[in-house]
């Protein structure tokens, strides 16, 4: 038996928390540099702000509604997930976190001690205490029911927030699944749904009732699978350990184009940086390392320039500092003055356990161990006083590239000169 908890409109929720004046005002947050609609609040799809929308064409609805927009906040955003699936983790004996705001439970075994029920109400009123985020809650037998269940449980205010499918009689759970388009299950896209639309299927009823040997033909095993998981047989199981990394990417679009080296120095850096302390986290090392910087493809009439180089780390290395010389040589060599750079990124692969290259590779060893223990100091102090207490000097050499999140709310729970007054 699942549970699947999720975040209603997360990052809105997320700046509601400290700035509870918002409850009852339409809020929108921002994607990247402020461009598109990524959340949005019950009450601002009421004014009709629509899913991705840009945000420079909702500016009329926005002033005459008094809508909250924001630009993405994703360190408040993160540390907010980490708070809200602890605060799950307390009642349930495993979780699987599915994304930043969703998480399935393993509840097997638990309605034979607890209403099932009951214990959705609990987990949404302790992460509503603890945390500050409202939450629905959607129980089956398997995850993909377990998705729909929470889909309708954010439809219907019947709900009260939790829909259980193993208390529902046969006739009930006929009535939700004929309610709903079949592109509301989990894994069917629009792609999909259109195929299935042409051969008569619209609804998720029609979809759990079509003939099973005739999607598999079509269609395939992954939505053969999906219509199993709909008919009530499990075929995807919780995943409790998370595979592990084959690359880390680290790009971003600038806040405004930048054409000096010294700007695209310090964004590769700011990349770096990021991704060593990931696959530190990980306990990796990367064997690979591609450093690549582009124009605006969709500026036409500018001069384009994409320049890209791979570098191999003669042994595995999870050290910035080596990969920042690394990373900034092969800037050096692709970049090309007289262009307006759009985006620039690193890629870290080849990536192996720690452990495993000291063995293997003894002709060529790796990061030392005073390397390895300055690494650990700074990755102790971001963690501790905010990520960018301790920055490599090429990072702070120029900082136009940043993105331009000109409506950020504080980050109050992990800065502390960013800490709420009242
Ligand atoms: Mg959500």
Not at 244 to 273: E, M, N, Y
Request: with cysteine; hydrophobic share 35%; net charge positive.
């Amino acid at each position: 038996m699942f549970a699947l908890i999720d975040g209603n409109c997360f990052y809105a929720s997320c700046e509601r928390v400290y700035q509870p004046n918002l409850r009852n005002l339409p809020v929108i947050v921002l994607s990247n540099n402020d461009g598109c609609v990524v959340t949005r609040s019950a009450e601002a799809k009421a004014v009709g702000i629509k899913m991705g929308e840009p945000y420079f064409k909702i500016q009329d609805i926005v002033r005459h509604n008094n809508v909250q927009v924001f630009s993405s906040n994703y360190e408040l955003y993160g540390d907010m997930s980490r708070r809200m699936m602890n605060s799950i983790a307390t009642l349930v004996p495993t979780t699987e976190v599915y994304s930043i705001d969703e998480c399935f439970a393993d509840v097997g075994g638990m309605q034979r001690l607890v209403d099932l029920n009951e214990l959705g109400h609990q987990i949404r009123n302790r992460v509503l205490q603890w945390v500050g985020i409202p939450t629905c809650v959607g129980i089956a037998p398997t995850k993909t029911l377990a998705k729909f269940c929470n889909h309708l449980a954010k439809r219907h205010r019947y709900f009260k927030g939790v829909a259980n499918w193993s208390a529902w009689d046969a006739d009930m759970q006929a009535r939700a699944l004929n309610s709903e388009p079949v592109t509301e299950v989990w894994g069917i896209g629009r792609r999909i749904g259109q195929s299935l639309n042409e051969v008569g299927i619209e609804t998720v009823g029609d979809f759990t009732r079509a003939s099973t040997a005739m999607l598999r033909q079509k269609f395939g095993v992954v939505v053969e699978r999906t219509q199993r998981e709909l008919q009530g047989v499990s075929c995807l199981e919780m995943e409790a350990v998370k595979p592990k990394r084959q690359q880390i990417i680290r790009s971003r679009s600038f806040g405004q184009p930048v054409c000096d080296l010294t700007g695209l120095r310090s964004a590769i850096s700011h990349h770096v940086a990021d991704a060593g302390r990931e696959l530190r986290e990980e306990g990796g090392v990367a064997h690979t390392l591609q450093v690549f910087i582009q124009t605006n493809r969709f500026k036409l009439e500018l001069p384009q320039h994409y320049g890209s180089e791979c570098v191999q780390l003669t042994s595995g290395t999870c050290d910035t500092l080596k990969i920042n010389q690394m990373a900034q040589k092969a800037l050096e060599r692709i970049y090309k003055a007289g262009f307006e750079y759009k985006k620039c990124g690193v890629i870290l692969s080849g990536i192996e356990s720690a452990n495993q290259q000291q063995q293997l590779d003894w002709l060529n060893p790796g990061d030392s161990e005073q390397r390895l223990r300055l690494m650990s100091c700074v990755d102790g102090l971001n963690a501790r006083f905010g990520r960018d207490v301790l920055q490599l000097g090429t990072e702070r050499m120029n900082t136009d590239w940043r993105m331009r999140r000109d409506k950020l709310s504080p980050r109050v729970t992990t800065r502390i000169n960013e800490l709420i007054q009242v």
